[in-house]
Nanobody, 128 residues
């Protein structure tokens, strides 16, 4: 019904930046991109999936995990059916697979179980 595809991951040195994108698509009939809140979550090897950032369906409200506040910025362009995660001042501890997720609510959530749809993930590796 809904497909999310992440892109933009890669290898970067500590202190560098990356911008992740999440492209949304759906079947012909159904809720549009603007009807879903979005989140970015990440999972490092041996660790649980961690909330990174969330944005409301309209884009007027954002929320960040403590470890990325002031460094990462979540945004969305509902006219392009795409969400973004700008990551600055990257550190080795940011190394993980990053997933975008969508939930059919106005507000995002820090709880991974609240998301209805997930992308396949994109690897981000930060070297020291």
């Amino acid at each position: 019904q809904v497909q999310l595809v992440e892109s933009g991951g890669g290898l970067v040195q500590a202190g560098g930046s990356l911008r992740l994108s999440c492209a949304f698509s759906r079947r012909a009939f159904g809720r549009t991109f603007g009807g879903y809140a979005m989140g970015w979550l990440r999972q490092a090897p041996g660790k649980e999936r961690e909330f990174v950032a969330g944005i409301s369906s309209s884009g007027d409200s954002t929320y960040y995990g403590d470890s990325v506040k002031g460094r990462f910025t979540i945004s969305r362009d509902n006219t392009k059916n795409t969400g973004y995660l700008q990551m600055n001042s990257l550190q080795p501890e940011d190394t993980a697979v990053y997933y975008c997720a969508a939930r059919s609510e106005r507000a995002s959530s820090i709880n991974r179980r609240d998301y209805d749809y997930w992308g396949q993930g994109t690897q981000v590796t930060v070297s020291s």
